[in-house]
Nanobody, 120 residues
Framework: QVQLVESGGGFVQPGESLRLSCAAS????????MRWYRQVTGEGRALVAG????????NYADSVKGRFTISRDNAKSTVYLQMNALKPEDTAVYYC?????????????WGQGTQVTVSS
């Protein structure tokens, strides 16, 4: 059974930090690229950061570059998102995503999301 379980969300003030974790199970984690998305109520999910399966390449949305860092520990089947200098506009539900391109098909798994609220 595939599972992605996010944790680490919460309520913080502007300028503070949070570290999100996503623990994976039920699939070959090291063969999957991993991404963090976020979603604000009433909007679609937006890509925040991604990392390749062996962690050699990362990419970030322009809005979080220099503040957020994605990393992974394949031995623990876990991906992280370190979020520094948080802003109110970072408030959203953050989702962990595992992806792998086929053949025979593409694979996409999602976590249940964790709420991040940044407010003074």
């Amino acid at each position: 059974q595939v599972q992605l379980v996010e944790s680490g969300g919460g309520f913080v003030q502007p300028g503070e930090s949070l570290r999100l974790s996503c623990a994976a199970s039920g699939f070959a984690f090291r063969m999957y690229g991993m991404r963090w998305y976020r979603q604000v109520t009433g909007e679609g999910r937006a890509l925040v950061a991604g990392i390749t399966n062996i962690g050699g390449t990362t990419n970030y949305a322009d809005s979080v570059k220099g503040r957020f860092t994605i990393s992974r520990d394949n031995a623990k089947s876990t991906v992280y998102l370190q979020m520094n200098a948080l802003k109110p506009e970072d408030t959203a539900v953050y989702y962990c995503n595992a992806f792998r391109s086929g053949p025979p098909r593409d694979y996409n798994y999602w976590g249940q999301g964790t709420q991040v609220t940044v407010s003074s």
